[in-house]
């Protein structure tokens, strides 16, 4: 990227914004298992480790994606996402004609469209896979219904609350096509979603798992 007097790479922008932006949703997903997974798993007399793998799936997630692009971490400025182009031609100020004007730079808006139309397509597969997952759940919670029926068991209070948090993590998601209009922003906000989405797939294999162990 560019660097000049009146544009320049933030220093270590990879960290800022393409790191930290997808570790800042497992804060939450820390205090959900300080706060419900874990306790549960200590008082679980038939729960195998394997609870606690599940649990762990969104950080391994991020661990792998971060070893296979280790630029994130060793990069001294922002990374442009992959297929984006800069949309921002800088005008050489020595041999800009328009000086008074103080045009510093023009904006290719058929790029910036180009990169719009791209983040909607990552919104919409984003989108899709929140609704089938919650789709899933709605079909497992009715096989649960069926099933609890004839073995005459409930669900307690812990396997409710772990419902309710793939619900939240599920309807978080299918919003996701509301921001598409922010261009690198919104990229960030993928970013976010894309976090949010392993911790739904964490919290519903929790909800499997518990329910039909």
Same mark, same amino acid.
């Given at each position: 990227?560019? @660097?000049?007097?009146?544009?320049?790479?933030? #220093?270590? $922008?990879?960290?800022?914004?393409?790191?930290?932006?997808?570790?800042?949703?497992?804060?939450?997903?820390?205090?959900?298992?300080?706060?419900?997974?874990?306790?549960?798993?200590?008082?679980?007399?038939?729960?195998?480790?394997?609870?606690?793998?599940?649990?762990?799936?969104?950080?391994?997630?991020?661990?792998? #994606?971060f070893i296979l692009n280790k630029q994130l971490f060793l990069g001294d400025k922002t990374s442009v996402p992959t297929l984006w182009?800069?949309?921002?031609?800088?005008?050489?100020?020595?041999? *800009?004609?328009?000086?008074?004007?103080?045009?510093?730079?023009?904006? *290719?808006?058929?790029? $910036?469209?180009?990169?719009? #139309?791209?983040?909607? $397509?990552?919104?919409?597969?984003?989108?899709?896979?929140?609704?089938?997952? *919650?789709?899933?759940?709605?079909?497992?919670?009715?096989?649960?219904? *069926?099933?609890?029926?004839?073995?005459?068991?409930?669900?307690?209070?812990?396997?409710?609350?772990?419902?309710?948090?793939?619900?939240? +993590?599920?309807?978080? $998601?299918?919003?996701?096509?509301?921001?598409?209009?922010?261009?690198?922003?919104?990229?960030?906000?993928?970013?976010?979603?894309?976090?949010? +989405?392993?911790?739904?797939?964490?919290?519903?294999?929790?909800?499997?798992?518990?329910?039909? @162990?």
């Open positions: 990227m560019f @660097n000049t007097k009146y544009f320049h790479n933030i #220093e270590y $922008g990879d960290i800022y914004f393409n790191v930290l932006i997808k570790i800042a949703p497992l804060t939450f997903w820390l205090y959900l298992i300080y706060k419900y997974y874990y306790p549960y798993y200590k008082k679980c007399t038939m729960c195998s480790p394997l609870f606690l793998v599940i649990i762990l799936i969104p950080f391994l997630s991020i661990g792998i #994606e182009s800069y949309c921002l031609t800088l005008i050489d100020q020595d041999k *800009n004609k328009d000086k008074d004007k103080n045009i510093l730079a023009t904006w *290719n808006y058929k790029c $910036g469209r180009n990169q719009v #139309e791209s983040i909607r $397509g990552i919104a919409s597969q984003l989108q899709t896979k929140f609704y089938y997952l *919650n789709m899933s759940l709605f079909l497992l919670i009715l096989i649960f219904n *069926n099933f609890s029926k004839t073995r005459h068991i409930r669900m307690n209070s812990s396997q409710i609350i772990f419902v309710v948090i793939t619900v939240l +993590f599920g309807s978080i $998601g299918i919003t996701t096509r509301s921001f598409t209009a922010g261009y690198y922003w919104s990229m960030l906000v993928m970013m976010f979603m894309s976090t949010i +989405f392993n911790m739904n797939i964490s919290a519903f294999l929790i909800v499997i798992y518990t329910l039909f @162990n």
